[in-house]
């Protein structure tokens, strides 16, 4: 059985840098892995993809230069390195990851299974 477990969220100032976690269990050779996030009253938005075999990345422009994603492959554990963090950065985040390594890294329907999600808040 597939398990994300997300961890890192927190409430910090804006300027500020968190660095979340998602340990993956259940499976190995995992295809992408992705960063998601949700805002209240907003859609769900892609933040940052990794192919896990070859390595290229995503990023939201959003984010592009501030967030770094990352796989530890020999501990299956996915972090999102976030700096100059902003208030509109306040969302969950979720991991999610897939045993297929084709497909758009920033697609919502590339990923099969997802974490329950890690709070950020980043405050003015």
């Known amino acids: 059985q597939v398990q994300l477990k997300e961890s890192g969220g927190d409430s910090v100032q804006a300027g500020g840098s968190l660095r979340l976690s998602c340990v993956a269990s259940?499976?190995?050779?995992?295809?992408?892995m992705a960063w998601f996030r949700q805002a209240p009253g907003k859609q769900r938005e892609v933040v940052a993809g990794?192919?896990?075999?070859?390595?290229?990345?995503f990023y939201a422009d959003s984010v592009k230069g501030r967030f770094t994603i990352s796989l530890d492959n020999a501990k299956s554990v996915l972090y999102l390195q976030m700096n100059s963090l902003k208030p509109e950065d306040t969302a969950v985040y979720y991991c999610?990851?897939?045993?297929w390594g084709d497909g758009a890294l920033s697609e919502a329907r590339e990923y099969t299974y997802w974490g329950q999600g890690t709070q950020v808040t980043v405050s003015p």
């Open positions: 999610a990851t897939s045993l």
């Open positions: 259940g499976y190995t050779n995992g295809g992408k």
């Open positions: 990794i192919r896990t075999s070859v390595g290229d990345t």
